[in-house]
């Protein structure tokens, strides 16, 4: 439950923005905040329910190419949004929105959700109804984000999520990426890091997303966690994609490189431990990803869209 001060922050900031059109920065010109700090209230006022945007999205499903991704990776319930858009932000939209229905039904055995954060996580915890549940604890599953990507906070996403959920948050306290795979190893001995990474290994429930390695888009070179040669280097040598910042390969396993080692958060084989594993990811330069990612044994269901669903489903028939 959000503190009557905060409360009146966090609606205070939304109204400027949404109702009065102020620009962030001159809304924090205004109260004398960062625009950091403005970002993050209005994120946090849309996630906490403060500011509600409602789309109502027709949302229609594909059920054959659902059977088809059933019988080739044993997938018990996946989810293929059928679009009739081309526009990638309403079709994200919309998959957020149905994988927020698959997400809800979850809810009702679980105790303690895993998030990580990502374009398409982000989308589903945006579409969840406030006050869905109660006492359900959120759990970081990975360190903070560089500044580069500000716009997935993991913090603020899990923040975000738990006061929907009505639980409380175990942040993880730790950089994303540790500078030496020595330090990595220290890191996760600290008492808090490893309290947090126990208390998401033991999850009921966790929500991923499936990220490709094109050094163009890729948010490992956006942040400059590894260079466009170093990515193009581990992409020559087998790398497919990632969960969770973890680099896999071609058949889903963990490649074998430096950075995984570095990497402070859920492993893919932390991963297999937890009862269910919800990944959502949708784009058709995602397919290979997808494909391999649901090899890995790490995932149970996924939330995809007709065209991503068509291309992983036709490479795994032999198709390409």
């Known amino acids: 439950m959000l503190h009557s001060t905060h409360h009146e922050l966090l609606a205070q900031v939304a109204s400027l923005y949404y109702e009065q059109n102020l620009t962030q920065t001159d809304i924090a010109d205004r109260l004398g905040l960062s625009r950091v700090k403005v970002y993050r209230l209005l994120t946090e006022a849309r996630e906490a329910g403060v500011v509600r945007i409602q789309i109502d999205w027709p949302i229609q499903r594909d059920s054959d190419l659902e059977a088809h991704l059933r019988s080739y990776f044993g997938l018990p319930e996946p989810l293929v949004l059928k679009t009739g858009l081309t526009d990638p932000a309403g079709t994200l939209a919309q998959l957020g929105q149905l994988a927020a229905t698959l997400f809800e039904t979850h809810l009702t055995n679980a105790r303690a959700v895993a998030l990580c954060p990502g374009r398409s996580t982000h989308a589903v915890v945006h579409a969840l109804k406030p006050n869905i549940a109660a006492n359900i604890r959120v759990v970081q599953a990975i360190g903070n984000m560089p500044d580069a990507l500000l716009e997935y906070d993991a913090a603020a996403l899990a923040r975000g999520l738990a006061q929907k959920l009505g639980g409380d948050v175990v942040y993880l306290s730790s950089p994303l990426v540790a500078d030496t795979v020595e330090s990595a190893a220290v890191l996760r001995t600290q008492r808090d890091i490893a309290r947090a990474l126990d208390a998401a290994r ?9 990220g490709d390695l094109d050094s163009v888009s890729s948010g490992f070179v956006r942040t400059g966690l590894l260079s466009a040669t170093e990515l193009e280097a581990l992409r020559t040598d087998g790398a497919a994609g ?38 959502v990811a949708a784009g058709i330069h995602k397919a290979d990803a997808i494909r391999a990612a649901l090899q890995s044994g790490a995932l149970h269901t996924l939330v995809t869209d007709d065209r991503t669903a068509a291309m992983v489903v036709r490479g795994a028939a032999g198709d390409e």
């Open 202 to 210: 033991g999850a009921d429930l966790a929500l991923v997303g499936v």
């Open 242 to 279: 990632d969960i969770a910042w973890r680099i896999f390969d071609q058949a889903g396993h963990l490649h074998p490189c430096d950075f995984n080692q570095r990497v402070i958060g859920l492993s893919l084989a932390d991963l297999t431990g937890i009862p269910i594993v919800m990944a």
